[in-house]
């Protein structure tokens, strides 16, 4: 008799084996000649070796299921124990879904413009998403980035963005670097929470495969293999937008989000969102795509407060 010792990581042991253990009452059932327990996150499995290794590629496929679609069911534990040629196919039906959200949300582009972000990210590795708020622009970069982690195309995902109210003098505000900026990076976070568990988002952090940095700290770093997304670009300069995209490496996507109407930054500084967009138009791996009124899925008040402001704006 052998022993396999399995480690299942930051997986919630919860979400792996259900309430009362369903699912793993469901595995064990299937692997009877096995003995299996668990504490905490360890899988101790004793048996033949053949039957440990059999139980052990089946265990990677409920992880590897349970990671892209963060989502598990009986009937999902059923369809690979029987090993069925098609285990992903129901879920993976609509090619439009970007990441399985907590739960297995579906998370997808809702609005014409949304869809075009992410077919201008197929064939460019820049894109500027431009657009006001409510529009979906930093969400959508969100859903884009964790998928391509988890297709492992990229090996961290960068966040930043500019912290205006802190100027640089980030060190007078309390705590660690983490703590000054996790004011100015809430929207990101919320949507990292909705597209990744928060065991599996402590994990990456701690891990530095997610990061977060402020703009002004990108200076001198070379971002390879990373998706890095710099949102509230309308409150960084021209100076500063350069420093940002010269940092890019090899197999490295931009995404730069910002609202034009939207500006925070002091009297004396200008905005370099809207000048670089127009400096950068015509170059080829570069994408511009600008959302709408008419993108924005928030409350419907929104739209309208949008366009008032907007028609106020053209009268001035």
Not at 120 to 133: E, H, Q, R, T
């Amino acid at each position: 008799m052998q022993e396999k010792t399995i480690d299942i990581g930051s997986i919630n042991p919860l979400d792996l084996f259900g309430a009362n253990n369903v699912r793993l009452h469901q595995i064990q059932s299937h692997f009877s000649k096995l003995k299996i327990i668990v504490r905490g996150n360890i899988i101790r499995v004793l048996g033949a070796k053949e039957d440990i290794k059999i139980f052990e590629n089946t265990m990677l496929l409920i992880f590897s299921h349970l990671d892209r679609y963060n989502h598990l069911s009986q009937s999902n534990i059923e369809n690979i124990l029987n090993a069925q040629t098609s285990v992903f196919n129901s879920e993976s039906a609509d090619d439009k879904v970007l990441v399985y959200g907590n739960k297995g949300v579906q998370i997808k582009a809702k609005t014409p413009n949304q869809r075009k972000m992410v077919s201008s990210l197929v064939d460019n590795d820049i894109l500027f998403a431009i657009g006001p708020a409510g529009s979906g622009k930093t969400y959508t970069a969100v859903a884009l980035a964790v998928r391509a982690l988890k297709r492992k195309e990229v090996k961290k995902i960068i966040l930043t963005r500019p912290a205006v109210e802190a100027g640089e003098n980030l060190g007078f505000l309390p705590g660690d670097l983490k703590d000054k900026l996790d004011p100015y990076l809430q929207p990101l976070y919320d949507a990292l929470r909705d597209m990744l568990t928060n065991e599996r988002l402590e994990e990456y952090m701690e891990q530095n495969i997610i990061q977060i940095a402020p703009l002004a700290y990108m200076r001198g770093r070379t971002l390879d293999k990373a998706f890095v997304i710099l949102d509230e670009a309308q409150n960084a300069t021209e100076t500063q937008i350069k420093m940002f995209l010269t940092r890019m490496g090899e197999s490295a996507k931009f995404v730069i989000t910002g609202d034009a109407t939207q500006v925070d930054l002091p009297y004396n500084q200008k905005s370099g969102l809207r000048k670089t967009t127009e400096i950068l138009k015509d170059i080829e791996g570069i994408a511009i795509v600008r959302l709408t009124e008419h993108d924005v899925v928030r409350h419907r008040l929104v739209k309208h407060i949008i366009r008032a402001f907007d028609k106020q704006n053209k009268q001035t």
